[in-house]
């Protein structure tokens, strides 16, 4: 078995069964039908985070709701975020806000993510969410050019790849960082050979990892905020991955 091919095998035993997506979806429906009913048919719910781009591994996933306001929306950002919140809330839900989302705990260490924000324009394709944290602000972004970055660039197996590999050694980086780190080691690379493709990510993180400018793909001035401490235990991981003797070691 080739290390493409052993990876390969790796992915097949984290697709998603249908009983996962079953209670995903009905998750999806509820939360839907319980804002839709609180909040008006105005706002537009979206499948963001994992889901949306089809990067989900069973072995660890949540969800992630974006729940979009018209830009005709006469509401502050910061009032959007409350009534969501008091939505949810209203329904019983457990709320933990977080910085830009309103977190929803379940069972297992499972969550729902609800991001609120407002449409730039009547296309949605471009929106601003508020920041729930000190200072207040907001930040543009774009859902779909996520979503696009990662589903229309050959990345989808890599991301699921890079995924398991965090969860295997404790590397702490959020997923859309992992995201980010793919797209710029391998721009201009091939990536149907998934070892190759692996290779190059843990060389840029290993070389480039302790002072790498991350750029949100949306919008270049929102860059990710990653501690010196992640970034180096993210360098050094990938130090290690790149000296394993098998890739039984690396991800499995």
């Known amino acids: 078995m080739t290390p493409h091919e052993y990876l390969c095998h790796v992915l097949t035993t984290q697709e998603m069964r249908g009983e996962d997506l079953k209670v995903i979806r009905t998750l999806r429906e509820e939360l839907s039908g319980h804002l839709g009913r609180q909040l008006g048919s105005g706002p537009r719910i979206y499948y963001g ?28 950002l910061a009032n959007i975020f409350g009534a969501v919140h008091q939505a949810l809330v209203a329904g019983k839900y457990k709320v933990h806000p977080q910085t830009v989302a309103l977190r929803l705990p379940y069972e297992a260490g499972f969550h ?15 929106a601003t969410l508020y920041k729930n944290a000190q200072p207040h602000s907001t930040l543009q972004t774009s859902l779909k050019v996520h979503i696009d970055a990662v589903r229309k660039t050959e990345l989808r197996q890599i991301v699921r790849l890079l995924k398991l590999w965090r969860l295997r050694h404790s590397v702490p980086l959020k997923t859309f960082a992992l995201e980010i780190l793919a797209a710029r080691a391998l721009k201009g690379q091939r990536k149907d050979n ?26 270049s001035n929102n860059v ?29």
């Open 49 to 76: 985070g994992s889901y949306g781009k089809d990067t989900m591994i069973r072995e660890s996933f949540d969800l992630d709701l974006v729940i979009y306001y018209p830009h005709t929306e006469p509401g502050s």
């Open 112 to 126: 729902v993510d609800v991001v609120p924000g407002k449409a730039r324009d009547a296309s949605f394709h471009y």
């Open 194 to 219: 998934y070892a190759d493709a692996l290779l190059k990510i843990f060389q840029f993180i290993a070389k480039e990892m302790t002072a790498v400018r991350l750029e949100d793909p949306a919008n």
């Open 224 to 252: 990710l905020d990653i501690s010196p401490q992640d970034r180096n235990s993210a360098a050094q991981a990938a130090s290690q991955s790149l000296g394993a003797p098998s890739w039984a070691k690396v991800v499995w």
